[in-house]
């Protein structure tokens, strides 16, 4: 059973649908971050300076990649509009626009609309909802490769959901890693990934 549509906060386990979920959120005080995933609410808790500084890195190769490869789109914290249980707002994307025929697009308001290309997510352990809940939704809604950099382990987890299997999981040993991402554009295209720092 769905909470009332008259709920005024978001609370960690709430099930709402997208809507009711997309409401109460646009209500919430700047700074407030919340996912709908599965249909149930996840309240976002405070981001550690190791989170942030992982969180930066993977924006930099993003960035440095799409700045080399024409008709793809990368962003932080976005709220990606799935189905009705789903409204994540991951810590990374990265897209195929449209006009190049990727498969998300852009709702009236702004927001993604269905599954970007790759989504990465910065996690704190193998039991957290990255590896488990959003890896079952991103699937379901089509995401093609899914990146956890898993702080606890100290690896970078590559899915290709696709085939429902780990590419690889990769320990910081080495100072990056190239390997072939067919849902970063190109089967030829190479993108370069920075592991985390110990």
């Not at 993003?62 to 990368?74: F, I, K, N, S």
């Not at 959003?134 to 085939?163: I, M, P, S």
Request: hydrophobic content about 30%; some cysteine; aromatic content about 8%.
């Amino acid at each position: 059973m769905h909470a009332s549509v008259r709920t005024t906060t978001l609370r960690n386990g709430d099930r709402l649908t997208r809507q009711e979920f997309h409401r109460l959120y646009e209500q919430t005080p700047t700074g407030f971050r919340a996912e709908l995933v599965g249909g149930m609410v996840y309240v976002a808790s405070a981001v550690s300076r190791r989170h942030g500084t992982t969180h930066a890195r993977v924006n930099a190769l993003l960035c440095a990649y799409v700045g080399h490869t024409p008709g793809l789109e990368t962003g932080c914290n976005a709220t990606i509009l799935l189905d009705e249980e789903g409204e994540p707002g991951p810590d990374a994307y990265l897209r195929i626009l449209p006009e190049y025929g990727g498969q998300s697009g852009r709702s009236d308001d702004d927001y993604i609309e269905s599954a970007p290309e790759l989504i990465v997510e910065i996690a704190y352990s193998g039991r957290s909802i990255d590896h488990h809940a959003k890896r079952h939704d991103y699937t379901r809604y089509g995401v093609l490769e899914y990146l956890v950099a898993n702080l606890g382990d100290e690896k970078v987890h590559w899915f290709d959901l696709r085939a429902d299997k780990e590419n690889f999981p990769r320990s910081p040993t080495a100072s990056s890693v190239s390997a072939r991402s067919p849902g970063c554009g190109s089967s030829r295209g190479r993108f370069s990934r920075t592991m985390i720092n110990a």
